[in-house]
């Protein structure tokens, strides 16, 4: 089948089945055409616990599939690939991570959603990049806290709120092979540019960053600015809604130090139109979680979702 006419069968079952399709800004260009919610880690959990669909097809990585899934425990949710994972998720093992936690009973345990249901279980409040600092600030200021995976936002939210949270050693190696010489090199090239970058970067990066947030949050950034010139420190993807959210602004991404020198998340480019369209045409590979996994994976996810309304950081 050609694209256009895989792009109408896709419409055709998700009408049929009564379907919905969340995608994050980091999928291809074709499968942001086709998604119903469009969204950042945190607005697609949102999306995800109010569906009425009754399939969400998740066009994202393992992590937010199963958070879909843990959110929303009798709907069919689906991943069209499968073996979508995400190098944070696979830097912190549960085994490992359940010995750290008991090396330090007297904290509390928070986790960047970027990991696997096992560790959510594990932990006592979820955060995303786009309300960590508010949650963290909420917190008793004598409050130990462990911060686990990434050591690169867990590193920054220390910076910014003071506190010494302890960091688990993970990081998202799309984001940590920015690098800030490069970036130092492209100020110099675009003296008018604002650097805008993600947390997920190492430190050093983030020191050369302008503006520090989400991809939601870098997106309301470049509104509110109005510049003509960004240089922006993320994964590609996102290159795709700062566009069309802004005709006529150059945006100048940061290559990779890494292999092929762009800054692509393998991972999130899986999905492509063909495996979406046989995923809701055979309505597989579907994602399924022990019950008690579930239960005690949803427990700190609704906590964040609960405290990010009462905090006003979503409605
Ligand atoms: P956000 O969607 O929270 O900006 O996170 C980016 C990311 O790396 C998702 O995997
Ligand atoms: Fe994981 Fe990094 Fe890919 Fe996001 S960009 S899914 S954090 S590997």
């Known amino acids: 089948m050609d694209q256009e006419s895989l792009k109408q069968a896709i419409l055709q079952l998700k009408k049929e089945k009564n379907a919905v399709i969340l995608g994050h800004y980091y999928q291809r260009d074709e499968i942001q055409d086709m998604s119903d919610y469009i969204g950042d880690s945190l607005a697609l959990a949102q999306e995800a616990q109010r569906s009425k669909a009754d399939i969400i097809v998740f066009c994202g990585v393992h992590f937010m599939a199963e958070t879909a899934k843990i959110l929303n425990p009798d709907t069919k949710v689906l991943l069209p690939d499968v073996t979508a994972d995400c190098s944070l998720a696979i830097s912190c093992p549960g085994e490992a991570f359940k010995k750290f936690k ?7 345990v928070i986790s960047y959603i ?3 249901a096992e560790i959510k279980a594990l932990s006592d409040l979820i955060c995303t990049s786009g309300n960590a600092e508010k949650l963290v600030r909420s917190l008793p200021e004598e409050q130990k806290i462990i911060f686990a995976p990434d050591k690169n936002l867990g590193g920054y939210i220390n ?4 506190r010494n949270m302890l960091l688990w050693d993970g990081v998202c190696t799309v984001h940590d092979a920015l690098k800030a010489e490069t970036v130092t090199g492209l100020k110099k090239q675009y003296p008018e540019a604002k650097v805008i970058a993600h947390p997920e970067c190492n430190k050093e990066l983030l020191a050369e960053a302008d503006f520090i947030g989400s991809t939601k949050a870098m997106l309301n950034y470049i509104k509110s600015e109005g510049r003509k010139q960004y240089i922006v420190a993320t994964e590609t993807g996102i290159l795709y ?3 069309k959210n802004n005709p006529g602004v150059e945006f100048i991404v940061v290559p990779s130090g890494n292999g092929c020198g762009c800054a692509d998340c393998g991972y999130m480019k899986q999905n492509t139109l063909e495996k979406l369209y046989d995923c809701l045409k055979n309505e597989t590979p579907e994602i399924t979680l022990p019950s008690q996994l579930m239960e005690d994976a949803r427990r700190p996810i609704v906590k964040m979702l609960e405290m990010s309304r009462r905090l006003g950081i979503i409605k």
């Open 114 to 116: 970027n990991c696997s």
């Open 102 to 108: 008991e090396e330090h009973p007297d904290h509390l």
């Open 159 to 162: 910076k910014v709120t003071g």
């Open 241 to 243: 809604e700062m566009k």
